[in-house]
């Protein structure tokens, strides 16, 4: 039940020729230590060019965050996608809002995060394909520190070599 169905260490090491391969047209990407460090204003150039050429795949993305809409959305027109702020993971809702902007049946969306109870639980609440990244950063909110604590009881698995 809580098990993602993929892991990679960062979100530029997710495979979009495997995932246009298994049917994935659609992206639901996390921002926070997925996309950008916790505390970074920069997006990385190997994320800017992950996006890029999911959308040259022809994927559509949607970014999907808990954090306040100026920063979010500042990100997301840098990136030229969709965002949808305060997203109040991992209640279906917002994904429900992601999945109908993308316009894809919830079979061809993927979500990818970096956390088990918001990003990983709330896709598979909703039915969807889940990636869990590595965290870019140890810096989190203290709800995340706690959260933290049980992913690696859950997943002991998850930790990369
Ligand atoms: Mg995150």
Request: aromatic fraction near 8%.
């Amino acid at each position: 039940m809580f098990g993602p169905d993929r892991f990679a260490a960062r979100l530029h090491d997710v495979s979009l020729e495997d995932l246009c391969a298994g049917g994935i047209r659609g992206l639901i990407v996390d921002l926070d230590n997925t996309l950008m460090g916790f505390r970074e204003s920069e997006l990385g150039g190997e994320h800017v060019a992950w996006v890029e050429e999911a959308h040259a795949r022809g994927m559509r993305i949607v970014m999907l965050s808990n954090n306040f809409s100026e920063r979010v959305s500042s990100v997301a027109a840098r990136l030229g996608v969709g965002c949808i702020p305060n997203a109040l993971k991992p209640l279906p809702f917002g994904f429900m809002r992601a999945v109908r902007a993308l316009q894809l049946p919830r079979r061809a969306v993927a979500v990818v995060g970096d956390q088990l109870f918001t990003d990983v639980l709330g896709g598979k609440l909703c039915g969807l394909y889940t990636i869990l990244t590595e965290p870019i950063e140890a810096k989190d909110f203290a709800v995340t520190r706690l959260f933290r604590f049980f992913e690696r009881v859950l997943l002991p698995e998850r930790r990369l070599p």
